[in-house]
């Protein structure tokens, strides 16, 4: 049947191939999504804490991550928890940001900036390049310093150096004190690309705003995170005058935790972009389906002639299913030819963005792609095998 409708095969055979493609792709690069973002929080580190405003259960994370501004946590929070004195925790940082147009000159530049504090080298495991990081004085005084990340230090500046030049942002004029070493991109946060200032600076000239977005605490050892954890806690009720635990407005997370958070949320997510994925495969069953009935309706005197020389039921129920699966089968194949090369496409143009990127053709994906392909021409390609099975061989040969 394949050979001698080649174009009503091709086309009956393009909703299988897009199908298996597509489940196949999302398969591999849900997979390689979670890898890289499990990576990146990964490499923020796994000695950090994090805290951010609004409560959240421990199967997901707090409203702020998507957006949604909560103002519950300040800079005096930060402080109190590091007036504490609590042996395992080396270091804390504070975040505050925004995104505008910078300007140096005639040259503009669409970037985010981070409000910070002075501790911040200390908590990213960053380093500068060239110049300095401002202090603990600059970093509540308002001063009007920043710090470039390596990337904008270079589309800003070019081959010039920028130390000591001026940067217009939101009408303030801001000198550049330094530029950090380059880390590569980031989907977290892609420091080579975002300038740096005082976190007091972020809040009172450029945010109007007097809350901070989250805060990064930095432990000795990953066996002390939890009690940190515990009097992170203990600190931040005790100053919003929390007595309930339920009345929580914050969430205190460790790089453990938004790991499994984060994987729960990946994996629920490829569940139901590969169910989306397979509604083609179910589209192209039909179409299976439709193109074996109109078969049989044109090989009817075929049936009656094959049943009259002593073919039984079986033997063409056999023969139709036979020949639905077949062409399933090759869809199937064709598709995971397909979608290797998309994938393997992907991953040189992401790679070539500067984002570590594995290349993940899953096994499963490969052996589900051949399983669903033939389950399909099975179960759809029962129907007209049962109709070719049943047609009277004396009427079948009258067929005209």
Not at 63 to 87: Q, R
Not at 126 to 132: F, K, L, Q, T
Not at 267 to 283: G, H, K, Q
Not at 380 to 394: D, E, T, V, Y
Request: hydrophobic share 45%; glycine share 8%; charged share 20%.
């Amino acid at each position: 049947m394949i050979v001698r409708n080649k174009v009503r095969s091709f086309l009956t055979m393009l909703g299988i191939v897009i199908g298996i493609t597509a489940v196949m792709i999302v398969l591999s690069v849900g997979e390689s999504v979670q890898g890289l973002i499990l990576n990146e929080v990964k490499s923020i580190g796994s000695n950090l804490v994090g805290v951010l405003p609004g409560y959240s259960d421990e199967n997901s994370p707090p409203s702020s991550v998507f957006g949604v501004v909560i103002t519950s946590l300040k800079y005096g929070d930060g402080e109190a928890i590091l007036k504490g004195n609590y042996p395992h925790i080396e270091s804390l940082a504070m975040y505050v940001s925004g995104s505008d147009i910078v300007t140096v000159e005639d040259n503009k530049v669409s970037t985010t900036f981070y409000g910070t504090t002075a501790s911040y080298l200390d908590v990213q495991n960053s380093s500068i390049e060239e110049g300095r990081f401002f202090t603990e004085e600059e970093e509540v005084a308002n001063a009007r310093v920043l710090v470039l990340g390596n990337q904008i230090a270079k589309d800003l500046f070019g081959d010039q150096d920028p130390i000591g030049k001026k940067i217009k942002i939101k009408k303030a004029n801001f000198t550049v004190i330094g530029i950090l070493k380059k880390k590569g991109g980031s989907l977290i946060q892609n420091e080579d690309g975002n300038l740096f200032v005082p976190i007091s600076t972020a809040q009172n000239i450029l945010l109007g705003i007097n809350h901070i977005s989250f805060m990064r605490a930095k432990i000795d050892k990953t066996e002390n995170i939890d009690g940190a954890i515990e009097y992170i806690k203990d600190v931040l009720r005790d100053r919003h005058n929390i007595i309930d635990l339920k009345e929580d407005d914050f969430t205190v997370r460790s790089t453990t935790q938004a790991l499994e958070t984060i994987s729960l949320i990946t994996n629920a997510l490829r569940f139901f972009l590969v169910a989306i994925a397979a509604i083609s495969l179910i589209v192209g069953g039909f179409g299976i389906m439709n193109i074996m009935l109109a078969t049989v309706q044109e090989r009817t005197k075929e049936i009656g002639l094959r049943k009259a020389i002593g073919a039984k039921n079986t033997d063409i129920t056999r023969q139709f299913l036979i020949e639905a699966m077949a062409i399933t089968f090759i869809s199937g194949i064709i598709g995971i030819v397909i979608g290797s090369l998309i994938l393997i496409l992907i991953s040189v143009i992401i790679n070539a963005l500067n984002y570590h990127w594995d290349l993940i053709i899953s096994p499963i994906s490969i052996i589900l792609g051949c399983i669903v392909s033939i389950g399909i021409g099975l179960i759809f390609g029962i129907a007209p095998a049962r109709k070719a099975s049943l047609l009277n061989p004396i009427e079948a040969l009258r067929y005209e």
